[in-house]
């Protein structure tokens, strides 16, 4: 509404401008026919021819109505078309000031100028517009760059980390072919130690076809029923081997046969990467606890862990693309299971959000009930 009353106001402006470059025109030429008709312009003419030419005051007198008077049609229109050519330079010259300032507003936008862009004060709303355009650019910026560094920060994090377990792979297999009298129990832990990481560069490669998907695909989803309960059981048996290394347990707290509609292979992804997450990260020998529960009008699921707390300022980054909490926390990720969770519960018209205190990261989804 704001941005409407200013350019009226501008409107106004141009059309009072206008009427008044007219209304000088008029007045110019009544004042030509006044003056050329008597006054003082009259009187110094006949003054001229009589003493410059000697005449007398009367063949002075109808000299200056032969030249004048009896062209004041030709005389008039004469005056009409330059005074109205210049009142009309003059109000291009005033109408495309803004066109130039609003040019010059825009190459500084193109060539990404410091500061606010500043107009007069008739082009207000043209002014904010191009500044909120600005700001938009240079958030965009920003953001572009900062993901960029991100993204080339984890490329180089996964070079590193796929030449270490390369690496010694090589070294294994090398000791294996060269080493002819090793044992047979050397030769299992050498092959177990190759198999482990040959494992860990598979790991890797996946990681980076991760990238892949979440940057060059957009996720579509595919509604059914599913019983949630059965899901987060079979998880959890799944998860096994891997809560096993660490001593880990976890227990589900859920009322039998929850039901939900969603696109159950996604959602098996999220609370993948969310059991993933509390596994990596919990203590050993702690518990992880999953309790999910049916509400009026959504399905609240929590993930629970014991572990080091996460600060509160990267809380709330942890669920940006390719961001890793650091390096001691970060080597076996991409930075892409939180935000790939966060953006099929979106999708889901859902909300993810984290909590970290005393030790205690509890990890919140929030599912609507379609």
């Known amino acids: 509404m704001k941005n409407k009353e200013d350019f009226r106001q501008l409107r106004i402006k141009i059309f009072l401008r206008t009427i008044g470059v007219l209304a000088a025109a008029a007045a110019v030429i009544y004042f030509t026919y006044s003056i050329l008709l008597r006054g003082s312009f009259a009187n ?69 100028a410091p500061g606010e862009i500043s107009l007069p004060p008739e ?31 984890l490329v180089m994090y996964l070079a590193h980390d796929l030449k270490t377990p390369l690496a010694s792979s090589i070294s294994y297999l090398n000791l294996l072919r060269d080493e002819k009298q ?12 190759s198999l482990s990481k040959a494992e860990r560069l598979e790991e890797l490669i996946n990681e980076f076809l991760e990238i892949a998907r979440y940057s060059l695909s957009s996720i579509t989803l595919q509604y059914s029923e599913i019983n949630l309960t059965r899901l987060l059981e079979q998880l959890v048996y799944e998860f096994q081997p891997v809560l096993n290394k660490k001593n880990l347990t976890c227990r589900l707290e859920a009322a039998d046969d929850i039901t939900l509609q ?89 909300t993810i959000s984290a909590e970290s205190e005393d030790g205690l990261t509890v990890f919140t989804v929030a599912l609507p009930i379609l």
């Not at 001229?48 to 000697?54: A, K, M």
């Not at 043209?126 to 560094?149: G, P, T, V, Y």
Request: proline fraction near 1%.
């Open 44 to 112: 110094g003419m006949v003054m001229l021819f009589q003493n410059i030419l000697g005449m007398q005051y009367d063949a002075a007198l109808r000299l200056y109505e032969r030249i004048f008077r009896s062209h004041m049609d030709a005389i008039l229109l004469l005056s009409f078309l330059l005074v109205s050519a210049g009142l009309f330079w003059l109000f291009l010259r005033w109408l495309t000031g803004y066109f130039e300032n609003v040019s010059r507003g825009m190459d500084a936008l193109l060539q990404d």
């Open 123 to 153: 082009l207000l709303p043209i002014e904010r517009k191009i500044n909120l355009a600005k700001r938009a650019m240079d958030r965009q910026k920003s953001d572009m760059l900062l993901a960029e560094q991100r993204k080339n920060d």
């Open 182 to 193: 090793l044992s047979e129990e050397l030769r299992e832990r050498y092959l177990a130690i």
């Open 262 to 350: 969603c696109d159950g292979d996604k959602m098996q992804r999220v609370f993948d990467n969310l059991l993933r997450n509390a596994a990596l990260y919990s203590c050993s020998g702690s518990e992880i606890v999953i309790a999910a529960e049916r509400g009026a009008d959504c399905v609240t699921l929590k993930f629970s862990n014991r572990g080091a707390a996460i600060p509160k300022e990267k809380l709330e980054r942890i669920f940006e693309q390719f961001y890793r909490l650091d390096a001691g926390r970060s080597s076996s990720g991409a930075g892409l299971g939180l935000a790939v969770a966060r953006q099929i519960v979106t999708l889901h018209k859902g």
